[in-house]
Nanobody, 118 residues
Framework: QAQLVESGGGLVQAGGSLRVSCAAS????????MGWYRQAPGKQRELVAS???????NVADFVKGRFTISRDNAKSTAFLQMSSLKPEDTAAYYC????????????WGQGNQVTVSS
C-alpha cells in the first residue's frame, strides 16, 4: 500500500525554523519526484518545492532563499527545511509523490499543520 506520512509540523515564532519530513512506503521511492505543497484556509493549494529522483530541486519564488527541499533515497524520505519563517507561511503542508514513469501514479500525504506566530 502506498502511503506518505508527514511529520515535524507545529507552532513556531516568526523568524524561526522548522523541518517537515515525508516518509514514503509502498512505492519505489527512487522513481518518484517528491513535492511539498501548502494550503492556507480559503486559498488554493500551491506548490512550494519539488525534487526529482536524481536530486534536481525547484523552489517556488515566494520561499526561495528560505526553504530547502531534500531527499534521502535510502530512507525513502523527503524533507522540507524551512527557515526565516513568516506568518504568511502558515498553512497545511502536504507531501506529494509523482511517478516519473507514469502520469497517473501520484500520491498525497494527509498534511500537517505549520503555524507561524507573529
Amino acid at each position: 500500500q502506498a502511503q506518505l506520512v508527514e511529520s515535524g509540523g507545529g507552532l513556531v515564532q516568526a523568524g524561526g525554523s522548522l523541518r517537515v519530513s515525508c516518509a514514503a512506503s509502498g512505492i519505489r521511492f527512487s522513481m518518484y519526484t517528491m513535492g511539498w505543497y501548502r494550503q492556507a484556509p480559503g486559498k488554493q493549494r500551491e506548490l512550494v518545492a519539488s525534487i526529482s529522483s536524481g536530486g534536481s530541486a525547484n523552489v517556488a519564488d515566494f520561499v526561495k532563499g528560505r526553504f530547502t527541499i531534500s531527499r534521502d533515497n535510502a530512507k525513502s524520505t523527503a524533507f522540507l527545511q524551512m527557515s526565516s519563517l513568516k506568518p504568511e507561511d502558515t498553512a497545511a503542508y502536504y507531501c506529494n509523490a509523482q511517478s516519473e514513469f507514469s502520469r497517473t501514479l501520484a500520491y498525497w500525504g494527509q498534511g500537517n499543520q505549520v503555524t507561524v506566530s507573529s
